[in-house]
Each structure stands twice: as C-alpha cells, then as structure tokens.
C-alpha cells in the first residue's frame, strides 16, 4: 500500500508551503491519522464559512479515505487543498 498527500496552493498570491508526504505499507496507521485530521480541517473550514457537508459524494470521499480504500480524494480547506492518492 501507498498512499500520498500533497498539500497545495489553489491560487496565487497564498502565503505557505506547498509539500508532498508519502506513506508506504508499514506507515498504514500514520496515514490514516494524517487523513482523519485532514478531514476535521476540512469539516472545520465548511463550518467557519456557514457551509455544511451535505455532499453524498464529499461524505462517500470521506469515508473511503479514512478507510484507505483505494483512489483519488481531494479536501478543500480555504487557501489550500489536499489532494490523496491511495493505491494497493
């Protein structure tokens, strides 16, 4: 299993660090951490915007992710967005 997460810039002009972290088979359960708190920061920024997750297929992603299924997810968070790639 391999599952990387890139953290990037959805405009120019953001103040911040783009990075890339990748985690292989014996790091499953860091990855899954890391996904868990990516997804509060995502919950977060809906609530602080008067957003709320309705998104049949936001909550599918969520669920997937956090499950490390294999695909393609990605969490918007304001200024940035996480993009997940999960692959067995």
Known sequence: MKVIIEYKKNHEGV???ERKEVYGEYEERLAKEHIEEIVE?????LH???LVLE??????DIE?????????????VGDFTYYITIEK
């Open 15 to 17: 103040i911040g660090k």
């Open 41 to 45: 920061e995502h919950e977060a920024y």
């Open 48 to 50: 602080e915007n008067g």
């Open 55 to 60: 998104d049949q297929d936001t909550m599918n």
């Open 64 to 76: 997937a992710a956090t499950n490390l299924h294999e695909g393609e997810y990605y969490f918007d």
